[in-house]
């Protein structure tokens, strides 16, 4: 079974830095997801990748296959990227595997 | 498209209650799951589905049962609330595993007093 870590757990910013997320998985997978959660709110997907790395705004995710990590930034961060940030592995036709989450919070 | 939707938003049961979470879903999606959310746990799932008439349980299935008689429909059924119960429940659904998208369901918090 996979084992998806995050680091940190808990993270506090000042608005404006550039801030990382960590995510690691023991198993090879075929994709690796990145949700978020906002305060008592849905999760919505952020990011899917298989290699390489994606762009969607303020938001960059990577992925190092070889070394079995992703990591998420945030660049110029404001007080509403505040949330849980959630890693989940999906390996072949087998159930996600998700991380425990990061909460962020973004003070201005 | 309304996605995915859950009812009710909020339960509250007494120990020993049965009922049912409601789960839809409008994308004709084949794949459905619910998890749970406990502080410090992340999302542990409960039960998943790979198509009408197929699930399967998943890392905590104990006191919860799952049917899938249609595409659309995914409903989790608690049998005899327990304390442990008391959760936030999402019900997600997806075109498949592996590379695509995961959309979730607002989530349904449960207190079992």
């Known amino acids: 079974k996979n084992e998806v870590e995050q680091s940190p757990q808990n993270l506090t910013a000042q608005e404006g830095e550039f801030i990382t997320i960590n995510c690691s998985y023991s198993?090879?997978?075929?994709?690796l997801h990145w949700l978020q959660q906002h305060p008592g709110g849905g999760i919505v997907s952020l990011f899917m990748?298989?290699?390489g790395k994606k762009k969607h705004g303020r938001l960059i995710a990577t992925i190092n296959i070889q070394e079995k990590h992703s990591s998420l930034h945030i660049t110029a961060s404001h007080p509403r990227d505040s949330a849980v940030y959630i890693c989940?592995?999906?390996?072949?036709?087998?159930?996600?595997?998700f991380g425990k989450g990061t909460r962020l919070s973004v003070i201005a | 498209n309304a996605g995915v939707t859950q009812t009710p938003k909020f339960q509250v049961l007494k120990t020993g209650q049965s009922m049912t979470l409601q789960c839809a879903q409008d994308?004709?999606?084949?794949?459905m799951s619910w998890y749970r959310q406990d502080p410090g746990m992340g999302l542990r799932l409960i039960h998943y589905?790979?198509?009408?008439?197929?699930?399967d349980q998943g890392e905590v299935p104990n006191g919860y049962n799952v049917s899938r008689s249609t595409t659309e429909d995914f409903p989790l059924r608690l049998l005899s609330a327990a304390p442990s119960q008391t959760s936030v429940y999402f019900c997600?659904?997806?075109?498949?595993?592996?590379?695509?998208?995961?959309?979730f369901g607002p989530g349904t918090r449960l207190t079992v007093l």
């Open positions: 589905s790979v198509g009408a008439g197929i699930t």
């Open positions: 989940a592995a999906a390996s072949g036709n087998t159930p996600l595997v």
């Open positions: 994308m004709n999606h084949e794949y």
């Open positions: 990748l298989s290699s």
């Open positions: 997600a659904s997806s075109s498949g595993l592996g590379y695509n998208e995961q959309f």
């Open positions: 198993v090879g997978i075929s994709a």
